[in-house]
């Protein structure tokens, strides 16, 4: 009777586990999904023949400066793996990318509206300061909802855009966890708002809700290169 009793309360605790899991912050609504691109974003990037950044900045200056292509690109993230995918499958989630700026745009950014992630190859920087991949979500979610309490962020999510810098030389992979911890820190920022805005989840919107939020949010995300040379933090 007693092993009966254990048995039962470790398959209930095995059962908690399980649904605690399949309810992180990795799964992604339907309605959520959506706020992760727009319909000019269809033309699927070859994830896996980029090696270094320099690979994908090359494609994508190509096909966008030199063959002009129209729609925006778009990647699959893999939110188990945390990993881009060529294709999707039951895991993925589709990303909507900014194409590069060709040589003869002139256009000047607002600095407050570019959240810019740094990774050389001993530490990652956001707005100059010394952090952790898994603390990304924390910039993202200033960047998009400080409202102006703070100089340095927007004063809005409206525009944004994130920047992920690294040398050209870098491993693309070594992206990859940067990328997933921006899309999980913009979808907090997504959910933040609408509780805030409306006092309701993102589910419970009204079609008017919804689109008023899908307007304000809206992810922008890039690649960038930075010739900074690699430097090494000293804890002091």
Same mark, same amino acid.
């Given at each position: ?17 399980? /649904? ?20 000019? @974003? ?11 950044? /320099?690979? +994908? ?10 063959? @002009? ?19 999707? /499958? ?14 003869? +745009? ?113 992810? @922008? ?16």
């Amino acid at each position: 009777m007693i092993n009966i009793f254990k048995n039962t309360i470790s398959v209930i605790f095995l059962l908690l586990i399980l /649904n605690s899991c399949n309810n992180d912050n990795s799964e992604l609504s339907k309605r959520e999904q959506t706020l992760l691109f727009q319909s000019y @974003h269809g033309f699927i990037l070859p994830i896996d023949s980029f090696k270094t950044l /320099n690979d +994908a900045l090359i494609y994508l200056d190509d096909t966008y400066c030199l063959k @002009h292509e129209e729609q925006w690109p778009i990647t699959f993230l893999d939110m188990k793996s945390h990993s881009l995918v060529s294709k999707p /499958n039951n895991n993925t989630v589709k990303i909507g990318l900014e194409p590069p700026l060709c040589f003869d +745009a002139q256009v000047e950014f607002d600095p407050t509206m570019i959240l810019e992630i740094v990774k050389d190859r001993h530490n990652i920087t956001i707005e100059g300061e010394y952090t952790e991949i898994d603390s990304i979500p924390i910039y993202v979610k200033k960047q998009m909802l400080s409202l102006g309490d703070d100089p340095n962020y927007s004063i809005g999510a409206l525009g944004n855009g994130i920047w992920i810098c690294t040398n050209k030389d870098d491993n693309f992979e070594n992206l990859y966890p940067f990328i997933y911890e921006s899309v999980i820190g913009f979808i907090e920022s997504a959910r933040e708002y609408s509780n805030m805005a409306y006092n309701k989840d993102i589910e419970d919107l009204n079609e008017q809700e919804f689109d008023e939020l899908s307007k304000e949010f809206s992810l @922008h995300l890039s690649f960038k290169y930075t010739d900074e040379e690699a430097s090494i933090k000293l804890d002091l």
